[in-house]
């Protein structure tokens, strides 16, 4: 079926940047909402950016400034542009997006399995 698939992850130093992608596999009708989510050792999962369909994007606080969440419409990807990087951006990032792969169907969540962004000197 529909899988997430994510790429950009990686080691860099403080102050560095990362472009992360991600998009689904397979067929799709329709997506709505995407965004992108983190989790850090002991942490829950936080929002970090989201961008709708028409790409009106949120942010979280921490990252406002530094992070640029961006979409193609046409290849049904998603990005997220990281620049300043800090320690504390170290997280595994998740993309989400909300879609459906056929008109038939209703909307679903779906996940990818996260992509390891390390900052670290």
């Known amino acids: 079926q529909v899988q997430l698939v994510e790429s950009g992850g990686g080691l860099v130093q403080p102050g560095g940047s990362l472009r992360l992608s991600c998009a689904p596999s397979?067929?799709?009708?329709?997506?709505?909402?995407m965004g992108w989510y983190r989790q850090a050792p002991g942490k829950q999962r936080e929002l970090v950016a989201t961008i709708t369909s028409g790409k009106t994007t949120t942010y979280a606080d921490s990252v406002k400034g530094r992070f640029t969440i961006s979409r193609d419409n046409g290849k049904n990807t998603v990005y997220l542009q990281m620049n300043s990087l800090k320690p504390e951006d170290t997280a595994v990032y998740y993309c989400?997006?909300?879609?459906?792969?056929?008109?038939?169907?209703?909307?679903?969540?779906?996940w990818g399995q996260g992509t390891q962004v390390t900052v670290s000197s």
């Open positions: 397979g067929s799709i009708f329709e997506i709505n909402e």
């Open positions: 989400n997006a909300d879609l459906r792969p056929q008109f038939n169907v209703p909307f679903i969540k779906f």
